[in-house]
């Protein structure tokens, strides 16, 4: 039956399908299940947070963060519950790449991202830019004794973990990589989108810039980039030199009232030009919200919030009439979901809503990432605890029907 616009199927696992209101079709567009595949699982790496393109030469280039688990020690201890561990801070932290062909069969292993001796890295997005050319940008913490954080004034959740772990972590600021070679070697792999060292409240130094986990984006020559702040507004950057400089171009949201946090923007173009940020949320139900730019991001409308709740978001155009949005979903039955939505974004809570997954152990799991693999299969990148509590790089292939 039709109810407001909407086609509404009956419940069948495996199928989305979705028309927007105002809007005409020539076919209504389905997703289907068609298969899930394990990308990256070793019991000694706690593996997450994945960013995957297509590279000019038709591999697939993976990237996620990985860090020591070291939860196998354990083994066979009663007392410990690997899966209410939701440690995502280590001091050797890295960021993982691993290249696969167009049959998701794995070329060559698993390699290190170039690292920055000082600081631990985090949550990489990547960008096909053309020509070979690849971004990699991410963030950075900065580990400290817990006898040195003593030392400093910080937050209750620095010192929670130093206490717990004696180990605590100063923010750093988000950075960029740049490679030539569709990421074979890359080049100023830690160019910090703040270069110089600046002074914070305690007058130490260190980087800043807020953090960055979400797509980005190119407009002809210039390069866009979101990321979050500790304010709790999102906030665009722009780069004309391919990601080596870049400047604060605007805000994209920011509650006045201090209510809402706005967290891992992503951001997406539609077919006439207008940019969309959909941003994760704190103080908001974990509901979803959104901003539009209708002049390439020099300002933004006001933000606006959704039905749907996620952490966080990736979206992918699907042709002209539709896109695809995905985000992990951390209320019980944990796991990922996605929506097949008009290209433009009118009409984001008026389509039914795919589960992907729903057979996590527990709600440390999400952080999708789509890529387009023909003209009518796509790969969703994400990762997903065993029972065991390991966590680990996990995608699933959907097929696209008329």
């Known amino acids: 039956m039709f109810l407001f616009g909407i086609l509404l199927l009956p419940p069948r696992a495996g199928i989305i399908a979705t028309l927007a209101r105002g809007h005409s079709f020539n076919k209504i567009m389905q997703l289907k299940i068609v298969k899930h595949q394990i990308l990256y699982k070793d019991n000694r790496f706690h593996a997450a947070f994945p960013s995957i393109i297509k590279l000019d030469n038709g591999e697939l280039l993976l990237a996620f963060r990985r860090a020591r688990d070291c939860n196998w020690l354990l083994k066979g201890d009663g007392e410990f519950d690997p899966l209410a561990s939701m440690d995502h801070l280590d001091s050797r932290s890295h960021i993982c790449l691993i ?21 631990a890295d985090q949550d990489p997005s990547l960008l096909n830019i053309g020509d070979s050319k690849v971004l990699l940008a991410g963030f950075s913490w900065y580990p400290l004794p817990g006898y040195i954080q003593k030392k400093l004034n910080s937050n209750k ?11 605590a972590y100063r923010f750093w600021g988000a950075y960029c990589g740049f490679s030539d070679d569709d990421g074979k070697t890359w080049q100023s792999h830690h160019e910090y989108l703040l270069k110089n ?5 305690n007058t130490r130094t260190r980087k800043v810039a807020g953090a960055t986990r979400g797509q980005a984006i190119q407009v002809k020559d210039e390069l866009l980039l979101a990321n979050y702040e500790g304010d ?9 030199d391919f990601g080596f400089n870049w400047i604060k171009k605007s805000v994209i949201a920011k509650d006045s009232n201090n209510h809402v946090i706005f967290q891992e923007p992503s951001l ?3 077919p006439s030009g207008k940019l969309v940020a959909f941003m994760r949320t ?3 139900s974990l509901r979803m919200a959104s ?5 390439n991001g020099n300002s933004w409308e006001y933000f606006q919030l959704h039905d749907i709740k996620g952490q966080p978001f990736h979206a992918i155009p699907i042709n002209n009439d539709y896109m695809m949005l995905s985000y992990g979903f951390r209320e019980s039955p944990f796991g990922v979901r996605c929506k097949l939505i008009d290209a433009e974004c009118e009409f984001i809570d008026s389509t039914q809503e795919l589960i992907i997954r729903d057979d996590s152990p527990c709600a440390d799991c999400g952080y999708p990432w789509t890529v387009k693999l023909t ?3 796509f790969l969703v990148t994400y990762y997903i605890p065993d029972k065991s509590g390991f966590r680990y790089i996990d995608g699933t292939v959907l097929a696209l029907e008329k």
Not at 99 to 115: A, D, V
Not at 157 to 167: Q, W
Not at 197 to 201: I, L, T
């Open 282 to 284: 704190s103080g908001a």
């Open 268 to 270: 997406y173009r539609c």
């Open 197 to 201: 060292n600046v002074s914070n409240e």
């Open 375 to 377: 003209e009518d299969r």
């Open 291 to 295: 901003a539009q730019s209708f002049d």
């Open 99 to 119: 290249n696969f062909n167009e049959n998701l069969e794995e070329i060559g292993g698993p390699r290190i991202y170039p690292i920055d001796p000082e600081v």
């Open 157 to 167: 959740v620095a010192k929670k973990v130093a206490d717990s772990t004696g180990c």
């Open 232 to 240: 709790g507004s999102c906030c665009l950057w722009s780069s004309s």
